[in-house]
């Protein structure tokens, strides 16, 4: 599928029902090593049991007021805000528009308090008005017995007044041993400078990593319903597996936070967690935005809930680069998904926004995502799964200042100041006008509730897309109404059947195609508006690589090697890279095969029907991915149909399984993490109809920590086998 940089926005009202550039990490220090601490806005509206359902916020009920700049340097000596902001929380108990807790450097647990200026819109930093500090930099958890202990360092989550006391939210940056389950720290006051926190209490959910974030205060019309006044959440962290696969929320009440030594439940109101990556796999393809709305180059972090709505919106960010690449960064275009030199097992990834080793997306999309409360509200009363959400619209945020995804900036945090009515959202590592300098920028919206009845409007038109033979193109809308308006895709003036979401995806494009016109069309109750026309370019220069003959489905016995091939043309030197998957499609990985236009399995086992393959085909002037294809597997003295066990529990005596043989082999090859350390080697003599395992120990013989790990392994000494397992400590 073929992404710009800048994508349009979908507002499809579904049916209720750097190490690297990557989620959970610090890029800089002020951010998760990630891409991002994305904030969460929530906006819940007055439900119906106030006697009426408000409507789904659109795009056009937010109205950008423009953004102000926060304090530079040290305060009496304490660390400032460089590389802060990656947390948030609102004060009102300072008169007129309140003020902002922040979090400062992040190589420290502190925050501190800044006023709220006018905000300028305007792309000059200089033109812009600065934040006066209130407190400096302090720790919020001072006078607390029970501190979170990591040997990786302590995060500060989010920040919420409550009753005019203080709450504040820690988790570990990286927490290998998956126990910990303390999150929230309590102040009686807001004074920082006093040292009388208590905590960190405990509280109940599938993991503390869930909810040990961003917080925000529930309505009061939706508290009932939820299950609590406070919702917090948080997502995409390191190791993958402690935390949501996707946005989060569960609502809690911080007056039952009494006994430190007693744990406090909490309502799940919406996560996807790995047995239920709904909305998209870690490692899978960018998302489409209709059926797959994440994959690990995107997470949220932070909310709000503006009283009046019924939505809460995610602020984050996404990466939209296809198929998923998990390696070293380059600048150079044509290194993209190449192997990097001296080391094994190791590819390029294109991203010239850099950071370290890990996974890189680029585009970014800086966007919100939203999602409709009377949905939260099925799953507090058990009538939904948290994972069976699905978002109502998404709406892209590249055009304001610093949010270009092209840069470090990614949207932190958000906060809401239900009196005026405001969103403040955190953008850390904005502002580098100054020398030496990486300080948040705050940005802030105006939230119109009004519910009077529009016709829709069209803010962002299609553009024009340009692919090679054989690739998609995507275009889109952005565009509000009320009541929420319909679309139809039009291809050449005729409508295009089944194309009405605010995206459209084209077929694999044909020489044909080149020079179609697609439009939109966008109607609700008040009227109709049409979109401007996008022209499709479809290269056909002999340069680009072009797939000929596709590769086929092949049907093997268990014990023979499936063939695939393929014919391509372009100019030379062309590149082949065979990709294999084990999870229908979902997503894939390079198998590490010669680089030619044709692939043979290792001998099959019956475990292998199912597996999917595709080829990648490069040159200097682009890529091109085959049709994805199917190995189907029968009869043999094979497995017997069994599918090997890849998520296990180690302390519970289970181990985790690889490849299956269908008849006797010897297995070798090697375990490792995501970050490409060792933590075992194979060397195994399989019977028949068993398959290769691992036990869940490192090379020094201690127990893995939970996470997803990833195994290279020959049969014989033959073709490389590469997949991976969840290890789980129950």
């Not at 450097?105 to 600065?130: G, K, R, Y």
């Not at 019309?221 to 597996?241: C, E, K, M, R, Y």
């Not at 709305?293 to 919106?313: C, D, E, K, Q, T």
């Amino acid at each position: 599928m073929f992404l710009g940089v800048k994508m349009p926005l979908i507002n499809e009202h579904l049916p209720h029902a750097k190490t690297g550039r990557s989620s959970g990490s610090h890029k800089k220090a002020s951010l998760r090593n990630a891409r991002s601490f994305f904030g969460v806005l929530a906006i819940s509206l007055t439900i119906v049991v106030s006697g009426h359902a408000d409507n789904l916020l659109q795009f056009g009920n937010l109205k950008y007021l423009g953004s102000f700049r926060v304090p530079n340097g040290s305060q009496g000596g304490a660390s400032d805000l460089n590389f802060g902001g990656a947390a948030i929380g609102y004060n009102p108990g300072n008169g007129g528009p309140g003020s902002l807790f922040l979090s400062c450097n992040a190589q420290t647990t502190t925050i501190a308090e800044v006023s709220i200026p006018v905000a300028i819109n305007s792309t000059d930093f200089n033109a812009l008005n600065t934040a006066a500090m209130l407190q400096a930099c302090t720790d919020p958890t001072a006078g607390s017995t029970k501190p979170i202990v990591g040997s990786n360092g302590t995060q500060i989550g989010g920040m919420l007044v409550y009753k005019g006391k203080l709450l504040t939210t820690e988790y570990l940056y990286y927490d290998s041993p998956g126990t910990t389950d303390r999150a929230i720290f309590v102040k009686p006051n807001t004074n920082l400078s006093q040292s009388n926190a208590s905590g960190a209490y405990i509280i109940d959910a599938p993991t503390v990593d869930f909810l040990d974030s961003w917080m925000t205060p529930i309505p009061g019309p939706w508290q009932a319903a939820f299950g609590g006044p406070v919702a917090s959440g948080n997502d995409g962290l390191t190791i993958i597996t402690r935390t949501s696969f996707g946005p989060s929320a569960f609502a809690w009440d911080p007056d039952r936070l009494t006994d430190i030594n007693t744990g406090i439940s909490s309502t799940p109101l919406l996560y996807y967690d790995s047995s239920h990556p709904m909305i998209g796999q870690w490692d899978g393809d960018a998302p489409n935005n209709t059926t797959t709305f994440w994959n690990g180059n995107g997470a949220y972090h932070g909310a709000v809930i503006p009283p009046g709505a019924r939505s809460i919106l995610y602020f984050g960010e996404q990466g939209y680069k296809n198929p998923f690449c998990y390696g070293e960064p380059t600048s150079d275009p044509a290194l993209d998904f190449q192997p990097v030199p001296g080391e094994p097992g190791v590819i390029y990834c294109y991203d010239p926004v850099g950071g370290g080793k890990g996974q890189h997306g680029y585009p970014y999309q800086e966007q919100i995502v939203a999602y409709d409360l009377n949905d939260l509200a099925a799953v507090a009363a058990k009538t939904k799964n948290p994972w069976d959400l699905k978002p109502y619209a998404i709406w892209p945020l590249n055009n304001y200042l610093g949010l270009d995804g092209k840069s470090n900036a990614t949207p932190g945090p958000a906060v809401y100041d239900p009196t005026l009515q405001r969103i403040y959202l955190a953008v850390p590592g904005a502002d580098n006008v100054e020398p030496y300098s990486s300080l948040p920028l705050i940005h802030v919206w105006q939230v119109n509730l009004s519910n009077a009845l529009s016709g829709p409007v069209i803010y962002s038109h299609p553009s024009d897309q340009t692919v090679s033979i054989g690739q998609t193109a995507t275009f889109g809308v952005v565009a509000s109404g009320n009541p929420i308006p319909t679309y139809q895709w039009q291809k050449n003036g005729a409508d295009i059947p089944g194309a009405t979401s605010a995206y459209y995806t084209t077929p694999p494009a044909v020489p044909s195609d080149s020079g179609s016109l697609f439009r939109c069309v966008v109607r609700n109750s008040q009227g109709s508006v049409t979109s401007n026309t996008a022209t499709l370019t479809v290269r056909t220069s002999s340069n680009d690589p072009v797939i000929l003959t596709q590769p086929s489905n092949v049907t093997v016995n268990a014990g023979q090697s499936g063939q695939f091939s393929l014919t391509a043309t372009g100019t030379n030197p062309l590149f082949y890279e065979w990709d294999i998957s084990t999870n229908q499609g979902q997503s894939f990985s390079p198998i590490g095969a010669p680089n030619t236009p044709s692939y043979a399995t290792p001998p099959t086992t019956v475990s292998d029907n199912g597996t999917r393959f595709r080829c990648v085909v490069s040159n200097t002037n682009g890529s091109i991915a085959s049709q994805d294809v199917v190995l189907n597997v029968v009869g043999g003295s094979g497995t017997g149909g069994r599918i090997p066990k890849r998520v296990f529990a180690p302390n519970k005596g289970e181990q985790g399984e690889m490849v299956c043989v269908s008849q006797p082999a010897h297995v070798s090859g090697l375990v490792y993490a995501q970050g490409g350390d060792q933590q075992a080697t194979i060397e195994e003599d399989v019977a028949a109809g068993q398959c290769a395992t691992w036990d869940g120990r490192n090379q020094n013989n201690g127990l893995a920590a939970s996470g997803v790990y990833f195994y290279s392994l020959r049969i014989d000494g033959g073709k490389k086998l590469t997949g991976k397992v969840v290890l789980l400590q129950r």
